[in-house]
């Protein structure tokens, strides 16, 4: 179908930088005057690491020579000045800008056959900033007249050029290796290499010949590593606990192919599996409490109770024993109530009713005697207890009947319209008793409880007819579906309702229809990078979108979307607040004293001179689709507080060396860390 159209190409080639340009100082100008040129060494460095220039960006590489002005050369004499003329009756013009020297190494005149003579200029610059160079002079061969000659004497001729001494010069510094990171197999070792003065100071690395700059990583333990022997896991053993939370051991030895034990040394190239883990032995029984109950006293100091058992959840009451005597709550305590009064009524048993109703039939009430007493319950003046609260002397007669008759009514209705229901029966107690002088028998109804006669059941199941179904299931409409695109989900409300509108719940769950269902519109347009979000949405504006990678939707922050190559970053959540990288700047003038208290401190004796040192905090990082990896050096949307710009996810510090060898690794992000931390 695309036969007529041109066949895009399906591979290119791509450029990009792994490393950058790193220059050197300028050396002095080959010339002392007039023009010439300087020049200094340009490299390709990784984290402050040599690499081949094929690795950096060609078009930025910085020029590694240019031009250089110095004054302008000293013309010829045009007059010959003689002994006895002052300087200031110099003519200005043809002046040669030469001064007096005040050693005899250089003459200002140096006669010469004929009246020639030499003269000389000042001295330009030493052409090293350390260690031997030189430094040069004009020296030119003049007439009485000022004029450029060539017969002066070669013999006396001036020294146009000598040697000058700018100091040492700094050399590279290491240390001993350290331990190598594998037993076997192609581990590596690092060491500490420095670019230093004779004197101790500490200078950067471009102040050194970088390429003699020593190795600060190597290979270590290349042999293969021995492939007949493994670990031998032994079994489990028992929960170090009966009940509740433990750990479980259990034995693991390195053996060889004969199974039998040798050195855990020969199995350090493998990974040592876990020794132990944790277990559960089942619930811990522990000491459950009831409420307390009352103060066994109304008044003054008592005593209150409560049950307490042990018991095990989901099991119920267990034996005391297995719960922690130590730990068992107290069954008792002590209560204490308002003081008791020291005067209070007594009250005396009540009168036979028997002996007192039944022989006199005029008389209705019966008696009991109650007292007012004192703490030893001997009987005082009522007048000293409390009138309020003094028991009755005195009731009504109560005859119990001598028979009882139980009544029993009709069945009421139904009480269901359909289906199952209940019938009801009303049934009564009636106790009768007579008056004997007068021959009259009375009816009064009495409570069950005391009636001797038990009393019939008085509910009964009924049933009347089947129920017609009177509530049915109502669906609404179906939602839009929840994707635009792809695999989603539409929703609808599904009721039970009945004929007059009214919700029930009589209907039949088995029949309720479904109330959501699977739903696709179209298939998803696979959006990969900003660059797919670019030419097929044709968005050209920076945020954040959602870019399918690796089969999830991520949310990715789209930057330069006006340009021709948009590039991916990840928003940091917590901000610039917890996300920074730093390479403290402050160290130690002797780098083998320990920090007080294991701290880094600026009120010690320290120099604050590192020149690779920085405070870097970051918002977003840059994120590589296509690698799955995080840019480390991409700054975009990095801000440097302090010094240097410092990569995302490294720190570190010339601080102190004393405590080196705790540091397991010291990689080559910081040529002189003691210590390095990556987050």
Same mark, same amino acid.
């Given at each position: 179908m695309c036969a007529h159209l041109r066949r895009p190409a399906e591979i290119s080639s791509c450029f990009s930088p792994c490393g950058e340009w790193k220059v050197g100082n300028w050396s002095p100008c080959t010339v002392t005057c007039d023009r010439g040129i300087v020049t200094r060494q340009v490299i390709c460095v990784s984290y402050h690491q040599q690499i081949s220039e094929n690795y950096c960006d060609p078009e930025g590489q910085p020029p590694k020579e240019q031009e250089c002005s110095m004054p302008p050369c000293p013309p010829v004499y045009r007059h010959v000045p003689k002994i006895h003329d002052h300087p200031s009756h110099f003519p200005e013009i043809g002046y040669l800008p030469i001064h007096p020297p005040q050693d005899n190494s250089n003459q200002w005149n140096r006669p010469s056959v004929g009246g020639y003579q030499w003269r000389t200029g000042p001295w330009g610059a030493c052409s090293s900033t350390c260690a031997g160079g030189f430094h040069r002079r004009v020296v030119v061969c003049q007439d009485e007249e000022g004029r450029s000659a060539s017969s002066c004497d070669e013999a006396t001729k001036p020294l146009e050029s000598r040697h000058c001494d700018s100091g040492p010069c700094p050399q590279w510094n290491f240390g001993s290796w350290g331990e190598c990171t594998q037993t076997c197999g192609d581990g590596i070792k690092t060491r500490l290499v420095i670019c230093q003065l004779p004197t101790g100071q500490m200078l950067g690395d471009q102040n050194c010949e970088i390429l003699d700059k020593p190795p600060n990583m190597a290979q270590c333990n290349v042999h293969s590593c021995p492939g007949d022997v493994s670990w031998h896991r032994g079994p489990w053993k028992s929960c170090s606990v009966s009940c509740g939370k433990g750990l479980k051991f259990r034995d693991v030895h390195c053996i060889n192919s004969f199974q039998a034990k040798i050195e855990e040394e020969n199995c350090k190239h493998l990974k040592k599996p876990r020794t132990y883990k944790t277990c559960r032995a089942g619930r811990c029984p522990s000491w459950k409490v009831s409420r307390w109950q009352e103060c066994s006293v109304s008044c003054g100091i008592g005593t209150v109770q409560r049950d307490v058992s042990c018991q095990v959840?989901?099991?119920?009451?267990? *034996?005391?024993?297995?719960? *922690?005597?130590?730990?068992?709550?107290? %069954?008792?305590?002590?209560?204490?109530?308002?003081?008791?009064?020291?005067?209070?009524?007594?009250?005396?048993?009540?009168?036979?009713?028997?002996?007192?109703?039944?022989?006199s039939p005029r008389r209705k009430e019966i008696y009991r005697k109650v007292k007012c007493v004192n703490e030893n319950q001997l009987q005082v003046d009522e007048s000293f207890c409390d009138p309020a609260t003094k028991p009755p002397s005195s009731k009504t007669c109560r005859v119990s009947p001598s028979k009882y008759v139980v009544l029993t009514g009709e069945l009421s209705q139904c009480s269901g319209s359909c289906g199952f229901g209940y019938q009801q029966r009303i049934t009564y107690c009636v106790g009768i008793h007579s008056v004997p002088s007068r021959n009259v028998h009375g009816l009064r109804t009495v409570a069950y409880r005391e009636c001797p006669v038990q009393p019939s059941p008085y509910i009964y199941k009924c049933h009347v007819k089947?129920?017609?179904?009177?509530?049915?299931?109502t669906a609404g409409r179906w939602s839009k579906?929840?994707?635009?695109?792809?695999?989603?989900?539409?929703? #609808?409300?599904?009721?039970?309702?009945?004929?007059?509108?009214? *919700?029930?719940?009589?209907?039949?769950?088995?029949?309720?229809?479904?109330? #959501?269902?699977?739903?696709?519109?179209?298939?998803?347009?696979?959006?990969?990078t900003c660059k797919d979000m670019q030419i097929k949405k044709g968005i050209r504006k920076d945020g954040e979108y959602l870019l399918n990678?690796?089969? &999830?939707?991520?949310?990715? +922050?789209?930057?330069?979307?006006?340009?021709?190559?948009?590039?991916? +970053?990840?928003?940091?959540?917590?901000?610039?607040?917890?996300?920074?990288?730093?390479? +403290?700047? +402050?160290?130690?003038?002797?780098?083998?004293?320990?920090?007080?208290?294991?701290? &880094?401190?600026?009120?010690?004796?320290? #120099?604050?001179?590192?020149?690779?040192?920085?405070?870097?905090?970051? *918002?977003?990082?840059?994120?590589?689709?296509?690698?799955?990896?995080?840019?480390?050096?991409?700054?975009?949307?990095?801000?440097?507080?302090?010094?240097?710009?410092?990569?995302?996810?490294?720190?570190?510090?010339?601080?102190?060396?004393?405590?080196?060898?705790? %540091?397991?690794?010291?990689?080559?992000?910081?040529p002189c860390c003691p210590s390095l931390l990556v987050t």
């Open positions: 959840a989901g099991l119920g009451r267990v *034996s005391d024993a297995m719960c *922690s005597h130590d730990l068992r709550p107290a %069954a008792s305590r002590h209560c204490r109530l308002p003081a008791c009064l020291p005067y209070q009524w007594l009250a005396q048993q009540w009168e036979n009713v028997k002996m007192s109703c039944g022989t089947g129920c017609s179904q009177a509530a049915t299931w579906c929840s994707a635009s695109c792809g695999m989603g989900i539409k929703q #609808r409300r599904v009721e039970c309702m009945t004929e007059n509108g009214v *919700s029930s719940d009589l209907c039949l769950p088995h029949l309720k229809p479904d109330t #959501r269902k699977l739903c696709h519109e179209t298939e998803c347009e696979i959006l990969t990678i690796k089969g &999830r939707m991520i949310k990715i +922050y789209c930057s330069g979307m006006h340009l021709e190559n948009p590039k991916e +970053y990840l928003t940091l959540v917590k901000g610039e607040a917890e996300n920074f990288s730093e390479v +403290y700047g +402050y160290r130690l003038q002797n780098p083998y004293e320990c920090p007080f208290n294991g701290s &880094r401190r600026q009120d010690c004796a320290c #120099r604050n001179d590192y020149l690779a040192a920085g405070f870097t905090v970051f *918002s977003k990082i840059r994120f590589d689709v296509a690698s799955m990896q995080i840019k480390t050096t991409d700054f975009l949307f990095a801000q440097t507080i302090l010094g240097r710009a410092v990569p995302f996810a490294t720190a570190g510090d010339c601080y102190s060396a004393a405590r080196y060898q705790l %540091a397991h690794t010291c990689l080559e992000m910081n």
